[in-house]
């Protein structure tokens, strides 16, 4: 359990037990509060929730220092995406807030997030939080992370709708920016409840839903082949967009001609989507999808493509 001695009626931990820990940064200058926000994303959910929470934690502190009179020293919030850590053996993480950010995907967390979190280790006294978005169920995509960690480590459980990119039940094209409007309000309250650390409830687990994803993984995976991507090359036009947003490095660019190059794909794809969504052209789809769907493609309108491929570097 949770250092009750820090925990006030009002369910929020006492700043003071961050108050007189002073920790410095890179640039040798003092951080009151440290927080790393890790997240994967396809098509920019997860991205947008991330600065945001960054953006509102920072505003927070701010009028915090404000009110209190006492600028004795700063906030570091950093963002860093998951697929950075696919090669690494070990993470070891002692900020004083850690959050993992991730789009649910058939009523779970995605299996890039799940590989992360077997290897993070992170400090007892962290503000340790989970952030799932999802297009309408969220299933157990929170509750089975939590189980990840253990008993031991008190875990924080957030959740908001977005628009869904799974293409089988995507958005309604009219619902989008009510939707996109409606989640910013909520993700900017998670965002001051998590700068004050707030205590959040379970996430309940639901065996329906532990059922219900046994059968649409294979389904989705082996019956539709949501990991494994085409791409019609009478449309593509060789720009090699897929290839950079590629979290995975699952895409090869290869010449098809001495005048053309297509991407072709491996075996390493987490379903996130971002190549069919991205692509210019509409040419990819995945394995069996309907030709009905080929023209639905969604990115967060907040998100640039500059941003999501900047993502990809270094990995
Ligand atoms: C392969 C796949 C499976 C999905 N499964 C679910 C699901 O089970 N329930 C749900 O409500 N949304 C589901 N979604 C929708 C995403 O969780 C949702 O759109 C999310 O906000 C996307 O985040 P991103 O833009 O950061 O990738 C799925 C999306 C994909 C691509
Ligand atoms: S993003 Fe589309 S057009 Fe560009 S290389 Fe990939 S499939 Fe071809
Ligand atoms: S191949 Fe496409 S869907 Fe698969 S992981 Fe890469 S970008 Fe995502």
Redesign the pocket.
């Known amino acids: 359990m949770q250092n009750i001695a820090h925990v006030r009626s009002d369910g929020y931990i006492h700043r003071n037990s961050y108050k007189n820990k002073i920790l410095k940064n890179e640039m040798d200058e003092e951080i009151r509060m440290k927080a790393n926000l890790y ?11 991330a600065k945001t929470i960054k953006a509102t934690m920072e505003q927070e502190h701010e009028l915090h220092n404000l009110e209190e009179k006492n600028i004795e020293g700063d906030i570091e919030v950093r963002i860093i995406p998951i697929q950075k850590f696919n090669q690494s053996k070990e993470i070891q993480d002692q900020s004083d807030v850690i959050g993992i ?8 967390a ?1 299996n890039v997030v799940k590989n992360f979190v077997k290897k993070l280790s992170v400090s007892k006294n962290s503000y340790l939080f989970l952030y ?8 157990n ?1 929170l509750h089975n992370m939590n189980r990840m960690f253990g008993d031991n480590q008190v875990v924080e459980n957030y959740e ?8 089988i ?1 995507e ?1 309604k094209k009219e619902e989008i920016p009510k939707m996109l409007e409606v989640g910013e309000t909520i993700i900017r309250e998670h965002a001051k409840e998590i700068y004050r650390h707030k205590i959040t409830a379970k996430s309940p687990y639901s065996f329906k839903y532990h059922l219900v ?1 046994g059968g ?1 993984k294979p389904l ?1 995976r082996k019956g539709l082949g ?1 990991t494994k991507m085409k791409v019609d090359k009478d449309k593509c036009n060789g720009c090699g967009l897929c290839k950079s947003l590629c979290p995975m490095k699952n895409i090869l660019l290869e010449e098809q001609s001495t005048l053309s190059k297509a991407p072709t794909f491996g075996k390493n794809c987490e ?4 190549c069919l969504h991205y692509c210019p052209k509409e040419a990819i789809t995945y394995q069996r999808m309907s030709k009905k769907k080929v023209n639905f493609q ?3 309108p907040r998100i640039s493509v500059k941003e999501m491929v900047d993502a990809q570097r270094d990995i």
């Open positions: 997240y994967f994303s396809g098509t920019g959910n997860s991205l947008f929730i950010i991730y789009p649910t995907y058939f009523l779970d995605p799932a978005s999802y297009g309408e169920t969220l299933g995509a908001v709708v977005l628009p869904d990119n799974s293409i039940f958005s994803a649409m989705a949501f379903s996130c989507f971002s969604y990115r967060h």
